[in-house]
DNA sequence: CGCCTTTATTTGTATATACAACTAATAAAG
DNA sequence: CTTTATTAGTTGTATATACAAATAAAGGCG
């Protein structure tokens, strides 16, 4: 056993992209199920909390913050701006799109607040306060990496 | 301030979800990048994986341990049929359509294993080992979840 | 000013994902 | 043994995601 063969077995269980869309998929679940009545699901929750964070968003910060593809954020956008959650922002830089809440959007935030509590509450006790805690420090760094 | 009210920054720093949904992305883009010359991406994979370690996998079975849509595993898995890595197994159940991993889709596994190793440590070291030394336990709890 | 590079976004294409509805087959009830 | 309920998968539809390529507008340089 000089080198501890990497099989099969091994990666079943060890392996961390794997252990982490299994939670990415329950937990997601969990908040689209009570973001559901609000015809809202948790990936774009995300994008109007960000947005409304920024006031004006333009699409290159909320990937860069949220480490999305452009291509992915230009068509979540769009159904939001369809849903009237989103409406575009006049600028002088012809290339920038930037967008920010609308009234309808501000409102559907606020209502879906109680919601989102609650499946916060149920991750919460799922995943355990240790892994919560440490969850902040990993997403920063997972925010910060550049591997483009 | 009673009640401490949930706003939007509130939201924007803790939300369990948009956390795991950002490190999901990041770490599955690191699996997929190192991945990509065997054709291969970790979500395949740890369908593969699975599969291996079982033998003979019946879909409901993978639906089970790895907490995915029966839907989504059906397209998953004809795709890989289709790619010659998964082939299916005669059964006496006619409602069942198990499956196991061909030749092929065992030499690939056995082949992708340095990739994984070097995709593996690239996210260990963004994580940071305290968060992966969690991450099996919340997984455990996750997939034993059951709120269907 | 005109060319070249960089930056910002969109479009084409493919996979991943889930919900709802459907099909088919076994199991359970009577 | 027939009817009903359960179980296993697939198909329709919609969003999420990323890569590659295309578009378009600034910015920099000679």
């Known amino acids: 056993m ?3 063969a990497t099989n099969i077995e091994t990666i ?3 392996c961390i992209a794997g252990r982490l869309r299994l939670i990415n998929r329950v937990v997601s679940n ?7 009545p609000f015809g809202l699901k948790i990936s774009q ?3 109007l909390i960000f947005t409304g964070k920024l006031g004006v968003a333009s699409p290159v910060q909320i990937c860069e913050h949220l480490q999305l593809d452009a291509s992915t954020l230009s068509r979540n956008v769009e159904l939001m701006r369809k849903n ?8 002088d830089d012809a290339r920038s799109r930037p967008f920010r809440l609308t009234e309808a959007g501000k409102r559907l935030v ?4 109680p919601a989102w509590e609650k499946a916060q509450a149920e991750a919460k006790e799922l995943l355990g306060d ?3 805690s440490l969850l902040n420090k990993a997403a920063k760094r ?4 550049n591997r483009a």
């Open 2 to 4: 000089d080198k501890p």
């Open 12 to 14: 079943a269980k060890t």
């Open 30 to 36: 969990i908040y689209d199920d009570a973001l559901r």
């Open 45 to 47: 929750g995300n994008i």
């Open 84 to 91: 009237g959650w989103l409406e575009e922002v006049p600028t």
């Open 110 to 113: 606020e209502s879906a607040i």
């Open 130 to 132: 240790d892994f919560v």
């Open 142 to 145: 997972a925010s910060e990496s």
